[in-house]
């Protein structure tokens, strides 16, 4: 099983909702990551966690908390977001492992706030 | 900060010719990486290039790098409607355990049958 999911596929959320983002892998990866990315630009590094810790916090907004309970999910809490973070929010894992060296993403979530 | 620049931001090409996208860096690399992202999905993983290799091959694609330069060429033969994608390179930087990914500006590429 070399797959990442994310769930929801689409969500539409109001300025006032706290909603979460769901990502889920069984491959045994440590790494897992967070990227924001907005139509025809490269996605954005959010959130690294290593060993279901956080190990990267690129600078991002208290409105969005990431989480991870354990090694095969992670979570993206949102809350009070506004329009501008609008976008594409996708999730990967990485096998942390010597030289093994490939960064799996799921499909995203597209992320509509109004 | 953008860590790499892609050139051409957009390239169309004939379904059978090869396509070649550019990449361009800034600081030291551990190894370089290609993806592909069809229109709103998520990235599929190409290929890898160490810093201490200078090309790589897998299937039709064909990957150089030129540390000297910090650059990198991502070249597919024979394209296919298929291709039809955004290309993004993605470094790594050279610190043991370094985990941050940072991706260029990408290239859309267009097959036209």
Known sequence: DTEVTQTPKHLVMGMTNKKSLKCEQHMGHRAMYWYKQKAKKPPELMFVYSYEKLSIN????????????????????????????????????????????????????????? | SQQGEEDPQALSIQEGENATMNCS???????????????????????????????????????????SKKSSSLLITASRAADTASYFCATRGPNFGNEKLTFGTGTRLTIIP
Do not use: M
């Not at chain 1, 208290?62 to 996708?90: G, I, K, T, V």
């Open chain 2, 25 to 67: 860096y800034k600081t030291s690399i551990n190894n370089l990486q290609w993806y592909r992202q069809n229109s709103g999905r998520g990235l599929v993983h190409l290929i890898l290039i160490r810093s201490n290799e200078r090309e790589k091959h897998s299937g039709r694609l064909r990957v150089t790098l030129d540390t």
């Open chain 1, 58 to 114: 690129e600078s991002v907004p208290s409105r969005f908390s990431p989480e991870c309970p354990n090694s095969s999910l992670l979570n993206l809490h949102l809350h009070a977001l506004q329009p501008e973070d609008s976008a594409l929010y996708l999730c990967a894992s990485r096998l942390l492992q010597g030289q093994k060296e490939t960064q799996y993403f799921g499909p995203g979530t597209r992320l509509l706030v109004l």
